[in-house]
């Protein structure tokens, strides 16, 4: 099925250690964003990226690195995980000029 | 800058009554607002929008949502709740062609 697609789906980590979060969309939109999602605390922007090659930062950026290298991609970087680096990460798409997004279906990382 | 408010992160309804979601917007632009679900261990889904045209709004699953201006309000509402949704539910808000801000969400429990 077209959509949003996030890998992994799973991963625990060690404080320090890093990793990168793909996301892939096959909708040829223009806009991509990452969330997290914090029990009591809704979905935060991490960053985003309003075409190929650009990047934003958004509500809660420190400690992670985006890339835009390609439309369909959106990748997160953590370059060395804390702790409160612990959630579910989602990302989502739209195009332009619509403002509803199109959500992965999340990738849960843990931090020991 | 937009905002929401979600008033109440836990709701219980029986079965067969009233469903009932607050969501309160700080906007200092006309605002396009969105509900958003999120069943266990998924990603989220667009319920309803509205962008100015009919101040009530019609979504997926018998929900809806009317705009006021003067409460700055848009609740969520559903005559008769079903087992099926159970889930948790943001709302949204963004200015034209801007980012999503969403509340910290509703956890709605139907109780058999």
């Known amino acids: 099925n077209a959509g949003v697609t996030q890998t992994p789906k799973f991963r625990v980590l060690k404080t320090g250690q890093s990793m990168t979060l793909l996301c892939a969309q096959d909708?040829?939109?223009?806009?991509m964003y990452w969330y997290r999602q914090d029990p009591g605390m809704g979905l935060r922007l991490i960053h985003y990226?309003?075409?190929?090659?650009?990047?934003a930062k958004g509500e809660v950026p420190d400690g992670y690195n985006v890339s835009r290298l390609k439309k369909q991609n959106f990748l997160l970087g953590l370059e060395s995980a804390a702790p409160s680096q612990t959630s579910v990460y989602f990302c989502?798409?739209?195009?332009?000029?619509?403002?509803?997004?199109?959500f992965g279906a999340g990738s849960r990382l843990t931090v020991l | 800058a937009q905002s929401v408010t979600q008033l109440g992160s836990h709701v219980s309804v029986s079965e067969g009554a009233l469903v009932l979601l607050r969501c309160n917007y700080s906007?200092?632009?006309?605002?396009?607002l969105f509900w958003y679900v999120q069943y266990p261990n998924q990603g989220l889904q667009l319920l309803l929008k509205?962008?100015?045209?009919?101040?009530l709004v019609k979504g997926i699953n018998g929900f809806e949502a009317e705009f006021k201006k003067s409460e700055t309000s848009f609740h969520l509402t559903k005559p008769s709740a079903h087992m099926s949704d159970a889930a948790e539910y943001f709302c949204?808000?963004?200015?034209?062609?801007?980012?999503?801000?969403f509340g910290t969400g509703t956890r709605l429990t139907i109780i058999p």
């Open positions: 909708m040829n939109h223009e806009y």
């Open positions: 906007s200092s632009v006309p605002p396009y």
């Open positions: 989502a798409s739209r195009v332009v000029g619509a403002n509803v997004l199109t």
């Open positions: 990226s309003v075409g190929e090659g650009t990047t």
């Open positions: 949204a808000v963004s200015g034209p062609y801007e980012k999503l801000t």
């Open positions: 509205y962008t100015s045209a009919a101040t």
